[in-house]
């Protein structure tokens, strides 16, 4: 259920950045639903037969929801910095997921690393990357504010 909200979640917020409404978007838009069904039924069945390469949809659409994201995001905020949203939620999240692969065995005397490379997945990889846009979208926001008060100031004197 984490990778459905999830993926609906990123899916919306890319559908939400569009400036327009065309073929294009609605061809994404399918996609991302096409996307969402292979992942909601692939993920059960590889756990259940545990086989992890059932996990690569999951990785994939989600690849696409964060380029859709950073493509729209970086039209409607024009600043080259968008290219950390992705850099983050996807090249740092993947790398530690990566990592992890190696701390899976609990015979393994490292394995207490597995927790923290899932911490570091979510909140130096992802959560890091949600932030960074945030941020923009706030500096975005603040450089408006400043700029109307700047040209109100300017049109009482």
């Known amino acids: 259920m984490f990778y459905f909200f999830s993926i609906s979640g990123f899916a ?5 950045l569009s400036q327009e409404t065309n073929t294009v978007t609605h061809i994404i838009n399918i996609i991302f639903a096409i996307g969402l069904l292979t992942v909601s039924i692939l ?3 590889g756990y259940k037969y545990n ?5 690569i949809p ?9 380029t859709v994201l950073t493509y729209r995001g970086y039209k409607l905020l024009q600043d080259w910095k968008m290219i950390f ?3 983050f939620s996807v090249g740092v999240n993947l790398s530690f997921i990566s990592i992890l692969e190696n701390y899976t065995d609990p015979n393994n005397p490292h394995f207490v690393y597995n927790a ?6 979510d909140l130096a990889g992802t959560l890091a990357g949600l932030a960074i846009f945030m941020w923009l ?3 975005k926001g603040i450089i408006q504010v400043q700029q109307t008060a700047s040209d109100e100031i300017q049109l009482n004197r």
């Open 137 to 139: 979208v706030y500096q």
């Open 12 to 16: 919306l917020w890319a559908d939400g």
């Open 58 to 66: 999951i990785y994939i659409v989600l690849i696409l929801a964060f």
């Open 51 to 55: 086989d992890p390469s059932l996990k």
């Open 43 to 45: 993920y059960p069945i």
């Open 85 to 87: 949203v992705p850099v």
């Open 116 to 121: 923290l490379f899932h911490i570091l997945h």
